[in-house]
């Protein structure tokens, strides 16, 4: 009886130890960010480019779209900016840095906060060269970008 019972716990301290299945990934703030995000709200330096109650214009869409450590920002189809990006999602608020083309940390660099709330993106970005935000918000006269965004559904 000991034997067995020792068998029993043997085995599933070993399926333990194998980590989550393969057919459920870690869904990290990197995963969360995969795929293409409608914008739906834009405020800079405290005037608003996207409303998120007024209708959007076709030709105007904005999308952003993640995919690994890359990003790019379209408008309508065009290809407008991309580059690479790096998060940390362990401090709070959360961050995020926005490199250009080349990948570098540099004078392009703008860093900023994030959040991800389910199929919501908020971010809060400075002008490149500028101290992080530190809240969600554009006031005039701070530079800051606060967008909202929305996952685009296949």
Do not use: Q
């Amino acid at each position: 009886m000991k034997i067995s019972c020792l068998l029993v716990l043997v085995t599933l301290l070993l399926i333990a130890a194998e980590g989550p299945r393969k057919d459920a990934p870690l869904k990290n703030d990197l995963d969360k960010l995969r795929g293409t995000w409608l914008t739906v709200s834009l405020v800079s330096n405290g005037k608003t480019l996207v409303d998120e109650k007024a209708p959007p214009k076709e030709a105007a869409t904005t999308k952003l779209a993640y995919d690994g450590n890359k990003w790019m920002v379209k408008v309508g189809d065009k290809t407008v900016a991309s580059g690479t990006f790096k998060i940390d999602s362990t401090k709070k608020p959360k961050e995020i840095d926005i490199m250009d083309e080349s990948g570098m940390k540099n004078d392009k660099t703008k860093l900023g906060i994030y959040e991800l709330d389910g199929d919501t993106y908020k971010y809060c970005l400075a002008p490149a060269g500028k101290p992080r935000p530190a809240e969600f918000a554009s006031k005039e006269g701070s530079g800051h970008s606060l967008g909202v965004s929305k996952r685009e559904k296949p």
